[in-house]
């Protein structure tokens, strides 16, 4: 089999996924550490300016050539915000001149048709995730612009069938905006809500009165949004373990179909936003661990399914029902119920993932729209997979998704025998297999439910480039500063 497009099924049923999470302070506390989120293998940091325009064009062909197509996903980066929210690590233009919008919109709209026209024929859409910023910054108007535009260049599957989805700030839109997002055909809905607790919205400087983010979430519902996603964070700034659990409660009364929490990574050498945020005001280590155990113990107990990592989800949601069906993916916008994808990004620093490539777009505007205006596509950087990063990228999304693997189906998709290749990662996990969070023999790799929420320290194992140095593109700082935030 062609490992640019790898398939293979265990000889076993997936692994029955329950609501129980096996939580021990003591052993997260101990092996918590920086790492990578996994949302891409190779990750982005390893992304290099060798790889750009043509070279995709070379993954777009590639794509064409290799038989049957496969329907996209589709991504649009939307980074415009009225305001700013200090623990915020997106790539955002935060601003009250509209006419950036619209500028940026027009750009927008080039570079969907270029990717268009290269996709034509096998231009399918059954995802669409539109993220930010703050998608909904666009008016009324140039939503209906924007969505019309892209069914002109694009094919995309019956409501029914794709999930479109579209990043919401709460203090943005109106009920009636909610439904007009509806009718524009986006049927997956996700609120940033991050905390309830009033001190806590002051501290990050997004005030959120509860009655307002309940309004939409009932919007939402009315409107027929398929599945409604709230946001939430911990270990921010003045939240204790009391303000936790009435923020929750209040979440589990709103009854959302999936719920992402988030562990606040405060990187202020690495994002300007964070420095306004006072050390004093944040939870000790030993707070925030017990705030994850709080999380974990009412959402559980409220019968919502732990998907992975942060994500949780009703058992009838389309995500829990992915990972019972082992169809669950985990691509740049986190978990996903469409696997067999292949990722197509617009907007700056928007990344793709097409066959066995990655590439990334220019993350200032002036750059982005220099490169349409010479008629290419915005590409500045980027990585193409060889055999040893498919074959890891396999098992880490396995891992991800599924929390085992069936090492004689790695071996009949790969050249490999799995003792002799990973004979220095299958002693990594013994000792992981000691701490109680793996479980090892030679036909499956499975993660326990200890394990589960250190999935990224297991994952680790498989990464080669954590041993390297990034590529350099800014100047080097002092070693100590991580690159990644806590795995917990």
């Known amino acids: 089999m062609h490992p640019h497009a ?9 692994a029955q996924f ?42 777009v062909a590639s794509v064409r050539t290799r038989g049957a197509a496969r329907p996209l996903s589709l991504y649009l980066h939307i980074p415009f915000c009225n305001t700013v929210c200090y623990y915020c690590a997106c790539n955002k233009i935060v601003t009250k001149n509209r006419e950036k919008a619209a500028t940026y919109l027009g750009y927008l709209k080039r570079e969907i048709a270029m990717q268009g ?30 969505m019309t535009h892209l069914r002109r260049n694009f094919s995309f599957a019956p409501d029914a069938v ?4 579209i990043e919401v700030d709460p203090r943005t839109v109106s009920a009636g905006r909610v439904h007009k997002l509806r009718q524009q055909g986006f049927n997956r809905i996700s609120l940033g809500v991050q905390d309830f607790d009033p001190e806590v919205q002051k501290a990050v400087n997004r005030v959120q009165p509860e009655p307002e983010t309940r309004a939409i979430i009932a919007a939402a519902r009315a409107a027929g949004f398929r599945s409604v996603s709230i946001d939430l964070i911990y270990g921010l700034p003045k939240q204790s373990l009391a303000t936790m659990a009435a923020t929750l409660e209040k979440v589990i009364d709103a009854n959302p179909d999936r719920i992402a ?34 999380c974990i113990e009412r959402l559980t107990g409220a019968g919502y399914v732990y998907i992975g990592m942060d994500h949780f989800a009703k058992p009838g949601d389309d995500l829990a029902v992915a990972q019972r069906q082992g169809r669950l993916h985990r691509n740049f916008q986190g978990y996903s119920t469409h696997a067999d994808s292949d990722l197509v990004s617009c907007g700056v620093s928007a990344i793709s993932a097409v066959g066995a490539t ?10 982005y729209y220099e490169a349409l205006d010479n008629n290419e596509l915005p590409i500045v950087r980027g990585v193409a997979l060889g055999l040893d990063d498919l074959l890891r990228r396999a098992i880490i999304g396995k891992l991800m998704c599924q929390f085992e693997l069936s090492i004689p189906a790695i071996e009949q998709a790969f050249p490999i025998v799995f003792a002799d290749y990973f004979a220095t990662e299958l002693a990594a996990l013994r000792k992981l297999e000691a701490d109680g969070l793996v479980t090892v023999d030679g036909q499956w790799l499975s993660v326990t439910m200890r394990g589960r929420l250190l999935i990224r320290n297991v994952c680790m194992v498989f990464d080669r480039y954590l041993a390297m140095p990034a590529p350099a593109r800014h100047p080097a700082g002092p070693a100590s ?8």
Do not use: C, W
Request: hydrophobic letters at 35%.
């Open 261 to 294: 929490l988030y562990h606040y990574a405060h990187l202020p050498h690495l994002f300007k936003p964070q420095r306004r945020i006072l050390d004093a005001d944040m939870p000790a280590s030993e707070e925030k661990l017990a705030m994850l155990a709080l």
């Open 117 to 146: 026209a290269l996709f034509a024929g096998i231009n399918e859409v059954e995802q669409l995730h539109f993220g930010g910023g703050t998608p909904t910054y666009l008016l009324d108007e140039q939503m209906d612009e924007l």
């Open 6 to 14: 790898v398939s293979y099924q265990a000889s076993r049923a997936p």
């Open 481 to 488: 500063i991580p690159r990644y935030s806590r795995t917990l």
């Open 162 to 165: 794709g999930e479109y989805s």
């Open 18 to 59: 329950t609501s129980r999470v096996d939580f021990d302070a003591g052993l997260v506390g101990r092996l918590g550490k920086n790492g990578p989120r996994y949302t891409s293998y190779p990750t982005a940091d390893r992304f290099t300016d060798g790889f750009g325009y043509r070279d995709y064009l070379h993954a």
């Open 358 to 367: 990655y590439s990334q777009n220019a993350k200032t505007l002036d750059a």
